[in-house]
């Protein structure tokens, strides 16, 4: 069984929307992620990384989380009935 992390990188400000929408990235089982890297597409090999907090807050205000699919989607299934 292969896992997939959905995730919310910080230019989106999804966490601004999470929590407009009443929705606790740690009480809904949300990872916060410690850095965010890019990797080459052919090769995989790492081009670069940002560290989450002394980087990715400051020049986003916001946070880098990442969901697994059923989390998000039993969150959002609660949240709707």
Same mark, same amino acid.
């Given at each position: 069984?292969?896992?997939a992390p959905l995730?919310? %990188?910080p230019p989106t400000k999804a966490d601004h929307l999470f929590l407009a929408w009443g929705i606790d990235p740690d009480?809904?089982?949300f990872a916060l992620? =410690?850095?965010?890297?890019?990797y080459g597409g052919t090769t995989l090999e790492q081009r670069g990384s940002l560290p989450q907090? =002394? !980087?990715?807050? %400051?020049?986003f205000n916001a946070l880098f989380y990442l969901a697994h699919h !059923? =989390?998000?989607?039993?969150k959002l299934k609660m949240m709707a009935t």
């Open positions: 069984m292969k896992l995730y919310s %990188p009480a809904s089982r992620a =410690d850095f965010m890297a890019a907090g =002394d !980087v990715l807050k %400051p020049i !059923v =989390d998000l989607h039993n």
